[in-house]
C-alpha cells in the first residue's frame, strides 16, 4: 500500500468517524435536558412564543427531515446559530480558535521535547539516580489536578493579572501572556509522555538489532539516537496525534484560571446555558481535529520506522 493510498484509506475512515460523530450529535440534541426553544425565549417565554420558535427552527418537522436538513448544512460548513446569541457558531469558533490553537501548539512542543528527553533519560539511566527522579516527577505530574498546578504557577511566577487579560493572540505581550499556560498544560502532559517514551525505549534497548549495533563497536549516543530513540518514537507519536487533536477543544481548565478566551472558555459557557449548537459544533471540531491528527501521525510512521514503510 502507497503512502497515497494510506492516506486516501485513512481519510475515507475519518469521514465516516465523523458521519458517526454528527448523527450522535443530532441525537444528543433531540436528547437533550434544555429544549433550543427555552433558550432561545428565555424563561419568561410564554407558551405561544415557544411554539412559533419551534416551527421557526423545524423542529416540528419529522426527525429524518430534521436530520436531512442537519446533514446538508453540516456538508457546507454551515453548524447552525447560536441559541444564546443568535451568533453562526462557525464565526464564534473561528474567533476564539486561534487563542486555542496556539495554546495547545506551544505546549505541545513543550511536553513532547520535555517528555521524550526525561523518558530517554530514564531509560538510559535504568535503575539509577537520575531514573529515580524522572519516575519521582513523572508521579507527581500524573497526580496533581490541572486546577491546582495552573493556581500554583499562577501565584508562583505570575506577574499580575494585566499579563493574562484577553485579547487577540498576536500582540507585543503575546509571549509573556501565554509562558505560563503553555507551562501549566505542558507539565500535564509530559509525564505520561515521560513514562511512555521510557517504556519504550527500555524496549527498544533490549531488541537484538540494538545489540548487534552495539557489538559492531557503534557509539553510544548513536545507537540510544538513531537505532533506540527513532524505533521507540512510534507509539508516542501515536498518543501525540490523539492528545493534540482532543486538547483542541477541551483546555477549559487552562483558559479559565489564565482567562484566555478560547474554544474551551466558548464550551464552557455554552455547556451553563444550554446552547446545544455550540456545543455540537465544538464537538465536531475536536472529532476532525483528532481525525486529521491520526493521519498526520500515520503518515509519519513511515518516517520514523522503515519496518512499517507502505510497500
Known sequence: MSVLRLAVHRLLYGVAVLWLVSTLVFAF??????PAERVIGGPRATAGTLRLIRADLGLDDPVPVQYGRFLARLASG??????????PVAALIAERLPTTLWLVLGAAVLWFAGGVA?????????RGAADRVTTVLVLAGLSTPPFVLALVLLS?????????????????????RMTLPWLALAV???????????SAMLDVLGEDYV????AKGLSRRRVVYRHG???????????????LGALAGSTVVIEKVFGLQGVGQLVHHAITLGDTPVIMGVTLLTTLAVIVANLLVDVAYAALDPRVRPA
Request: glycine share 12%; no cysteine.
Open 229 to 243: 530513540l527513532r524505533a521507540a518514537l512510534t507509539p508516542v507519536v501515536t498518543q501525540f496525534g490523539v492528545d
Open 29 to 34: 440534541l433531540h436528547l437533550s435536558p434544555v
Open 118 to 126: 526525561l523518558g530517554v533519560l530514564g531509560a538510559t539511566r535504568a
Open 78 to 87: 454551515d453548524l447552525g446559530d447560536s441559541h444564546a446569541g443568535g451568533e
Open 211 to 214: 545489540r548487534t549495533a552495539r
Open 188 to 198: 500535564l502532559m509530559v509525564a505520561t509522555y515521560a513514562r511512555l517514551t521510557r
Open 156 to 176: 508562583v511566577l505570575g506577574t499580575g493579572a494585566a499579563l493574562f487579560e484577553a485579547g487577540p493572540p498576536m500582540q507585543e505581550h503575546f509571549l509573556r
